[in-house]
């Protein structure tokens, strides 16, 4: 079934809806997921804090995860996890610190 259109369901969440208006499994790239509440948290170049630092996401920041590997074990609010989140081009963050829902993969590997 295709995507036709993308409706939002609250809390800055959405799903994707097939042409005959039933809600259809939607793709990674169309969810967004929170950084834990109170967490400037950093993006790093590759899985690992060893990796350069891209950038800080601010407080109450979502992300959208295009696809997920594994990379250096951290720990966060959300438990110790070796999984890295991919949020764009060379940007990566640590699924410890992401409201997934989930302690395993919830997007492609990388």
């Given at each position: ?109 990388c």
């Amino acid at each position: 079934m295709s995507v036709d259109q993308v409706r939002n369901i609250g809390d800055g969440e959405e799903e994707a809806v097939g042409a005959d208006g039933g809600a259809v499994a939607a793709t990674a790239a169309l969810l967004s997921y929170p950084v834990a509440p109170g967490y400037r948290l950093n993006v790093r170049s590759g899985p690992g804090t060893n990796y350069r630092l891209v950038r800080v996401l601010s407080e109450g920041s979502r992300v959208s995860i295009h696809c997920q590997r594994p990379g250096e074990w951290v720990s966060g609010p959300y438990g110790t996890s070796n999984i890295w989140d991919n949020i764009g081009s060379g940007q990566y963050v640590s699924d410890a610190y992401i409201r997934t829902g989930s302690d395993g993969y919830v997007a492609p590997r990388c």
